[in-house]
């Protein structure tokens, strides 16, 4: 089970932007992308998660730790702004849980036994193969 985060409204900034691609007349008219900006350094997130986000080698977080997503599936500047946050909590709970740490592991006596085998009577086969006479 995730734990499920959520962001305070107040730490979003969001402004409606043009969209872009093809629209007719409308689309030239109309704000109705969003573009959202989350400071993560500033957020009220916990250190853990914050570290993680930081680190995560996502291209919507910049250099300066700033998660930037823009939104322009629908011709609503209200369905944009929810799909937007929505997007913004889904890349926070994919880094809330820990990561598992990896415990180093050593192959079975068998299995590296099968391997070996495996390898010498490949070797017999290539062997085998020279030319006859020499």
Do not use: C, Y
Not at 79 to 104: D, H, M, Q
């Amino acid at each position: 089970m995730r734990p499920h985060v959520t962001v305070s409204p107040d730490e979003v900034e969001i402004s409606a932007i043009r969209a872009q691609g093809a629209g007719g007349q409308n689309v030239n008219k109309v704000s109705n992308a969003v573009h959202l900006r989350f400071d993560v350094a500033a957020s009220s997130l916990p250190e853990e998660i914050r570290v993680r986000l930081l680190q995560l080698g996502d291209q919507r977080i910049s250099k300066d730790g700033v998660v930037i997503i823009k939104a322009q599936k629908f011709r609503s500047l209200e369905k944009n702004r929810a799909e937007a946050l929505r997007r913004l909590e889904e890349l926070i709970n994919r880094v809330a849980t820990p990561p598992k740490t990896r415990r180093a592991t050593r192959p079975t006596r068998a299995s590296v036994t099968r391997r070996l085998e495996g390898k010498a009577r490949r070797a017999s086969v290539k062997a085998g193969r020279g030319k006859v006479g020499e």
